[in-house]
């Protein structure tokens, strides 16, 4: 069965990076679409942007300046690297597997930006 | 970008009764709409793609229909495990969108 597995920091200072890994098991990152997908209170859902198992990526106009997605299919995961976090950047962020509608689902790391 | 709406934003009903859910989306997405269903603590859990189609193992109580821009998710008969939030999303037109959900609850 597919999994996924989010880490990385909870709290990051203003203007910092996040930079955030997903583990895969049960799929491989040769196949299919590797996506993100953030909550908070204020925005509710927000897709980031997805990576493609060739290397395309495709980013939500409102975080492409800021925001790298990459693949690392030899460990069977894959990366977010977001600069210049602030506290607008406050979420759950989530790992899913597909795209446009992802169907398996992280359980998600809490990231809170704050000094 | 396309926006969504949900209404309402909460439903109060007891267990056994019917349910419909509205997505309302501002533009025409013809069918490449998404519902999922999030319980407290959970990451959503995608229930319904392309507007009607159930993922597998969802229960057949859930059914989704519509297309444009309005679409609806039925609950023929609520059970206790169905007490969640319900958020559609739209997947015709990059940024890809979410509604703001529907919260159902027990009346």
């Known amino acids: 069965q597919v999994q996924l597995q989010e880490s990385g920091p909870g709290l990051v200072k203003p203007s910092a990076t996040l930079s955030l890994t997903c583990a895969v098991s049960?799929?491989?990152?040769?196949?299919?679409?590797w996506s993100w997908i953030r909550q908070s209170p204020g925005k509710g859902l927000e897709y980031i942007g997805y990576i493609y198992y060739n290397g395309m990526t495709k980013y939500n106009p409102s975080l492409q300046s800021r925001l790298t997605i990459s693949l690392d299919t030899p460990s069977n995961q894959y990366s977010l690297k977001l600069i210049s976090m602030t506290a607008a950047d406050t979420a759950v962020y989530y790992c899913?597997?597909?795209?446009?509608?992802?169907?398996?689902w992280g359980q998600g790391i809490q990231v809170t930006v704050s000094s | 970008e396309i926006e969504m709406s949900q209404s309402p934003v909460i439903l109060s009903e007891s267990p056994g009764q019917r349910v419909t859910l509205s997505c309302r989306a501002s533009q025409n997405i013809s069918s490449n709409l998404a519902w999922y269903q999030q319980k407290p603590g959970q990451a959503p859990r995608r229930l319904i793609y392309?507007?009607?189609t159930r993922d597998t193992g969802i229960p057949a109580r859930f059914s989704g229909g519509g297309s444009g821009t309005e679409f609806t998710l039925t609950i023929s008969s609520l059970q206790s495990e169905d007490f969640a939030v319900y958020y559609c999303?739209?997947?015709?037109?990059?940024?890809?969108?979410f509604g703001p959900g529907t919260k159902v609850d027990v009346k």
């Open positions: 899913a597997k597909g795209s446009p509608a992802p169907d398996h």
């Open positions: 049960g799929a491989s990152t040769t196949d299919s679409y």
């Open positions: 999303q739209q997947y015709d037109n990059w940024p890809l969108t």
């Open positions: 392309g507007a009607s």
